[in-house]
């Protein structure tokens, strides 16, 4: 609400509740002039694959007794990377072993890929994101 009394941002979308009965609760503001903001990249790490993948195993969809799984695994040459690593349940896990999914005959439900941001992330598990956003923020799937 400040950008917008200051003039520095443009009301785009705007909701039907009003704030102190006054002023319209905006959804979607546009900045007038962009202010670089340095860019952070999202760090791999156990919670953050846990929320790209949703808490949820990827072979099979179960959501108890997770771990993490090596697409190829480390001990042949596989890599701690964002395309590489994805959640599993243990009883999949050990089903594929040391072995890459196709080997093991486990086929992915997603393919693994790097959030573009934590914001991006985090936005992605709120059940209660307004329908205009999706035209902004998110990919309708």
């Not at 950008?3 to 520095?8: D, E, Q, V």
């Not at 009003?18 to 156990?46: A, D, E, G, M």
């Not at 196709?102 to 329908?131: D, F, W």
Request: net charge positive; charged share 25%.
């Amino acid at each position: 609400m400040l950008l917008l009394f200051k003039n520095k941002a443009d009301s785009i979308e705007a909701s039907s509740a009003l704030i102190n009965q006054k002023y319209v609760l905006p959804f979607v503001i546009r900045l007038r002039r962009y202010v670089p903001v340095p860019y952070t990249s999202v760090v791999l790490s156990r919670k953050n694959i846990f929320l790209r993948d949703n808490y949820t195993c990827q072979y099979c969809g179960k959501t108890t007794n997770l771990t993490i799984d090596h697409l190829v695994p480390k001990c042949k040459g596989g890599s701690d990377s964002w395309s590489n690593t994805v959640v599993s349940c243990v009883r999949c896990n050990n089903k594929k072993g040391d072995r890459t999914p196709e080997e093991a005959g486990l086929k992915l439900k997603r393919m693994p890929y790097k959030p573009p941001s934590m914001l991006y992330l985090h936005m992605t598990r709120m059940s209660n994101v307004p329908e205009v956003w999706f035209e902004y923020f998110f990919s309708k799937s």
